[in-house]
């Protein structure tokens, strides 16, 4: 940890700004092995943060978690044809068990749709046995070319949930649920402002019918897939035999769904929120919501300022709170290196602050003067709520009115090859794969959904011109 | 889930009995790849019950989680001579990755020293970064020919401990502080006495310098295994080159740890408590520690027991609670299902309670009339909490018994082979290989562990009859 060394601007090199981030901040290091990486304490324990947001979201709507094999036989992939086709490049293949060749290969689970279906067809005999609502933790393997930390690893760590239904209805309902869990959980606890929409049929997951995503802005204005939600239908239900008894006795093939939502999203909260300091955290989802730097310069005004220190971790128990007693650096290495690591709020406390009975208050979204107070200690407890709470909803409105500002609505195909040089296009879309190509050939933007929210009426495609009855995103993405 | 059919009892097949449970609790079931298993949503609720036992106690023993990759050089194995021995033949090694053969074959990790001391030698420089402390929940594979859910499975679900510390003593008060904690976890969580106690050399973790395990008594007397604590002394420090400068500016050798405990637990915790009826969970882990059965026969009892059930769902909001409404099955068949699942209480409420402002309360650790009583609905949470207390200490209590009772000191080694055929052996031993090694052949029965707590004073050993310092158990084991 070299907090000193300073990063560089976001503006000078925005890529390398988020390498460097990573490491400096102790989020991840790389691995050994190419594209793996190591999720360190720190970047562990915003994700466990995450998870509890997403995890009593899904016990909320009724999701249990269970465990699912991570080897799964090479033939059961290539039951649903457009599955197969989709993750067959990106396998990694066990060839060899306990010292001898395997009969048939094992992939390492890219995703587990099929081993659970397979497992699905086992358990559901009836309609009684429907829904089944199971969502797992765990990781999952891709041999992706071009990595990034938390972005894309070949080993990466999700949640995937796999449900089973009756009917058409009640699948599509439960994928749009979980839309709104993976939307409201993105607002609300990351402070990320996300759009939630529709995938094109080429943007769609290998296999679904309907694939729906939650996309966000990045600090550099590149859109960032932050969690997606599919609709199968009945065709992996069809591919594993998933049937059940209906109600008037009839054997029916089960409509399933499946949603996941990984690591991925350490890195948009690094690149929504950050700044040319470092990280800066959303408070409900930081593993420190609030550090105490203790400021003295002798024994006797270390005692002094300590019984304070001691007495102010007793008043904000309810927070997630650091000490940093660290005596080998200095106060002012000590600020560097949390706002590196984007705590939300810092409180320094030194000898006058003794006498005064007051502290220093220094919020991290507000770098400098702007965010710096001194407030009475007595009502810390209620300050620092008040305050974590203003930092959670500006960073949100921060957050939104760049996207906003970055966000054009080109009005030929000319300007729209301009603006999504630097943003987000919103316009009007026939939907016809063609179109959607040619922007990207010409400028390496894909769209990235259609809204669900949709502003009614007609209008023309940007693109060819003719009739369009969606508006839709294009953006450069991760 | 079809609980009239009745398990074998325990006394005619306990291996049959313990099959057949796993499977018809919906703990867990057998995966399409050969020793592989699916662990089902009752019993992975079981697992994050012991998980969030032992995460508290590592957190409140300064411990952090991180999660470092699933694949691993094939060369990191190599490095420490008796870990290669003892893994390479348990090996699953992908060879292919993105459709490519590779140039070093990856291993699919069977633990993690190897590759979280590559990481440690990265990160640990000074005395300064000591200790880490770090803990890892996840997933590994180890190639195993006989398997059996839960007990010993290809991939199976656990928590590694890694630890690195500047000097011998701290390495090896860690080591002992997370027995203790496991220790502490069994008995309180799980109501499974352990013995604490040191493996002999033979039994010893491939690589380490000592290995200490927590050992319980199943409920056919054999042994199990529960749990591991190991000191590496600096033998892994010097394989990955893990050093630091100490208070001197002398490069040191650190001196690691590693601890692990695995859904084996699962396992114990049937083969502890289980009885011919089915599971029996400790209320501190059961997903479900409180069942309501409503009884009714007709719309408008239906409606006079349901008002009551409401009512008494939010008074027991502090439990997990689980009311079993299904109208498609009898409340026997209820019952019977509930007491395959091992949930420690059941209440029943029919009219003639709602009538009398009763409740019938049925405890899973007494069947039969012993465990039922009939308590006033006013003051039932205070009645719950104590029965689950009485329950889950009871449960500690007859398992204790049980051990004590099939735990034999024999006086010669005649008697030590009788007791070996169905109990624990508690005798003098020399610590020699040779003795233990006849011991194994004469009764297939190893040396458990040599427990922390010693009479003290010599005797001799009950295999050679030469002077033994200390007591070990011998035991047939899983």
Redesign the interface.
Known sequence: MTPTDKLPSRQENFSEWYNQLVLKAELA?Y???RG??????Y???LW?NIQQALDSRFKATGH??????????MS?LEKEREHVEGF????????????EKLEE??I?RPTSET?IG??YS??IKSY?DLPVL?NQW??V?R?E?RTRLFLRT??F?WQEGHTAHATSDEAMEETLRMLGVYADMAIKEAAIPVVQGVKSDKERFAGAVQSYTIEAMMGDTRALQAGTSHFFGQKFAQAFDIQFLDWNNQMQYAWTTSWGLSTRMVGAIIMTHGDDQGLVLPPNLAPYQVVIVPIYKDEDERHRVMEVVDRLRQELGAYRLKIDDRT?VTPGFKFNDWEMRGVPLRLEIGPKDVEKGSVALARRDLPGRAGKSFVPQAGLAQQVQETLDSIQSSLFERALKFRQANTFEPGDYAELQQVLQDGWAYVWWCQKPECEARIKEDTRATSRCIPLEQPGGKGKCVVCGEAASVKAYFARAY
């Open positions: 290091d691995a050994p092995v793996c990486m190591v999720v360190r304490p970047g562990w324990a466990e249990v978690n269970a465990a699912f094999p991570l080897l799964i036989p059961f067959s490049p990106e396998l990694a293949v066990v060839t060899i068990g306990g010292g290969p094992l390492v081993i397979y497992m086992k358990w009684r199971i765990g990781n393997v041999w070319m070949l080993e760590y080998e």
